[in-house]
C-alpha cells in the first residue's frame, strides 16, 4: 500500500503555535487576530505558504485567530496550505491529558478544527504523538473517511519514529507525506544518534537509529519544529549559558557577518544543508524575526561542510568521535 509522497521538503513552514494569546481560557480578541493577521503578511513576505497549526495550541485560540484572518480576507485561502494535528488531549479536572488516536476522536478533532479555521478542509493532518492503544485499521478508517469527505487532503506524522510509522503505513491507503520532529543545532539528538555507534557519548541520545533513513527513503517530508533553538544563538541568551552556548552564538555572528544574512538565516540554513532536506518550523509571532529568517535556503544552498561541521563541533562543545 506504501507509495513515496510527492510533498515539497527543504522549505520554510510557519508555525502558528505562538497565535491567540495566552493557553488558558478560550477568549481572544481584536489584538490577537491583528497579531495573526501580521505574522501571516510577514510568513508570506518570505514565500512561506505552509502553516502549521495543532488542535490545542493555545487551547483552539491559534486555530480561531487564524481562522478569523482568513474570513476577512478573501481569495487567502486558495494562497496557503493549512496543515493541523490532533492525538493529544489536553488535561482537564479530574482526568490527566492523554493521547487518543481512536476513530471517534480523530473525526470529531478534525470537524473542530475545521470550524475554528473556517475552512472546509486542511490540506495536510498530522498524528501529533504516538498512542499506545492506536489501532492502525481504526486510524486507516477515519482517515480514509476524512478523506472521502473531502475534509482532508494528505496524512502525516508527528514525534514518530521509522518503525512506527512503518507499522502505521501498512494500513492506510494513502501514503505518509510528513514526520514532524524537534530537531535544531541545540537539539540535536536526531544527528548524534547517527555517528555515536559504538560510543559511549551514545547513551546521551534516545533518538531511534534509522528514523531519518526511513524517512528519506519513503520521500516523507522532516518538519523541524524547534528550529530557532528558542534563540539560544542569536540573542535570547539561555538562562545558564553553557561554554558550547557561548561558542556557538559567536560563530552564528561571525558567519552572519561574513556572509551578510541574519544569525537566524544561518541557524535555519544548517538545519537544511543536512541532505534529508529538512524543512524548519518558524514558531516566533513577531514579524521581525520571521522576516529574518528569508535567506536561509540561499545560506543552505553556498554554506561549505566546513562551515557546517564547525557550528556543529561547537554546539556540541567537544570533538566528534
Not at 505574522?39 to 495543532?54: C, P, T, V
Not at 493529544?88 to 470529531?108: A, F, M, N, T
Not at 472546509?120 to 493532518?125: G, I, M, N, R, S
Not at 534563540?231 to 561558542?247: I, K, L, N, Q, W
Given at each position: ?9 527543504g ?23 491583528d ?62 491529558g ?24 486542511v ?99 522532516l ?24 561558542a ?74
Amino acid at each position: 500500500m506504501t507509495a513515496k509522497s510527492k510533498i515539497a521538503s527543504g522549505r520554510l513552514i510557519y508555525g502558528c503555535m505562538g497565535l491567540g494569546g495566552p493557553w488558558e481560557g478560550s477568549e481572544y480578541g481584536a489584538a490577537e487576530v491583528d497579531q495573526a493577521a501580521a505574522a501571516i503578511e510577514a510568513a508570506m513576505g518570505i514565500g512561506i505558504d505552509l502553516f502549521d497549526h495543532a488542535d490545542i495550541y493555545r487551547s483552539g485560540k491559534s486555530e480561531a485567530v487564524f481562522g478569523e484572518v482568513l474570513a476577512r480576507t478573501p481569495g487567502l485561502r486558495e494562497k496557503i496550505q493549512l496543515q493541523t494535528k490532533c492525538g493529544i488531549r489536553l488535561g482537564q479536572p479530574g482526568v490527566e491529558g492523554h493521547y487518543d488516536l481512536s476513530k471517534d476522536s480523530i473525526l470529531e478533532r478534525v470537524n473542530g478544527s475545521l470550524e475554528r479555521l473556517r475552512t472546509d478542509y486542511v490540506d495536510v493532518l498530522l498524528l501529533h504523538r504516538p498512542d499506545p492503544l492506536m489501532e492502525p485499521a481504526e486510524v486507516a478508517s477515519a482517515v480514509g473517511q476524512l478523506i472521502a469527505e473531502g475534509k482532508v487532503r494528505q496524512l502525516g506524522v508527528s514525534n514518530m519514529f521509522g518503525a512506527q510509522i512503518a507499522f502505521l503505513q501498512d494500513q492506510l491507503e494513502v501514503p505518509i507525506v510528513a514526520n514532524q520532529l524537534e530537531m535544531s543545532l541545540h537539539r540535536r539528538a536526531w544527528l548524534e544518534s547517527t555517528v555515536l555507534v559504538n560510543h559511549d557519548d551514545a547513551l546521551g541520545y534516545s533518538f531511534p537509529h534509522g528514523t531519518l533513513e526511513h524517512c528519506v527513503g519513503q520521500g516523507i517530508e522532516l518538519q523541524a519544529y524547534g528550529s530557532l533553538a528558542q534563540g539560544r544563538y542569536t540573542g535570547s541568551t539561555p538562562v545558564f549559558p553553557t561554554a558550547a552556548d557561548t561558542a556557538t552564538s559567536a560563530l552564528v555572528a561571525q558567519l552572519s557577518d561574513a556572509k551578510g544574512v541574519t544569525p537566524e538565516a544561518v541557524l535555519l540554513g544548517w538545519l537544511m544543508k543536512h541532505p534529508a532536506r529538512i524543512s524548519p518550523v518558524l514558531g516566533s509571532s513577531n514579524p521581525a524575526r520571521i522576516a529574518a529568517c528569508a535567506d536561509a535556503a540561499a545560506v543552505a544552498a553556498a554554506m561549505t561542510r566546513t562551515e557546517w561541521y564547525g557550528l556543529w563541533v561547537a554546539a556540541r562543545g567537544s570533538k566528534l568521535p
